[in-house]
């Protein structure tokens, strides 16, 4: 089971280190981690994807330059640093794991098949 943690409420301009644990299930029989969000009254949406094993990273291009997704693989943990957090990043933040064969990560969610709790993440402006 996955755990997403670090939500928060902060003000814009701020930043938070969201992070994904695992019980039960080591990452490494993942293929790739991902975070999504989902806003209210809008459908959950691809935030960033990770390589486990090679590390290699893709980002929705709303986030790129300001989140950053990585992983510890001794700690089992996948992280999301948000940073210059802005309104509409505001929504319930999720991490995923997948197997995929043929590619390293996918940004779609039916592509992902454990999923964690989320984390709420407030942003006012």
């Known amino acids: 089971q996955l755990q997403a943690s670090g939500g928060g409420l902060v003000q814009a301009g701020s930043s938070l280190r969201l992070s994904c644990g695992a019980s039960?299930?080591?990452?490494?029989?993942?293929?790739?981690m991902g975070w999504f969000r989902q806003a209210p009254g809008k459908e959950r949406e691809f935030v960033a994807a990770?390589?486990?094993?090679?590390?290699?990273?893709n980002y929705t291009d709303s986030v790129k330059g300001r989140f950053t997704i990585s992983r510890v693989k001794a700690k089992n943990t996948v992280y999301l640093e948000v940073n210059n957090l802005k309104p509409e990043d505001t929504a319930v933040y999720y991490c995923a794991g997948g197997v995929l064969s043929g590619a390293y990560f996918s940004r779609h969610l039916y592509d992902y098949e454990y999923w964690g709790q989320g984390t709420l993440v407030t942003v006012s402006s």
């Open positions: 039960g299930r080591t990452f490494s029989s993942y293929t790739m």
């Open positions: 990770i390589s486990w094993n090679g590390g290699r990273t």
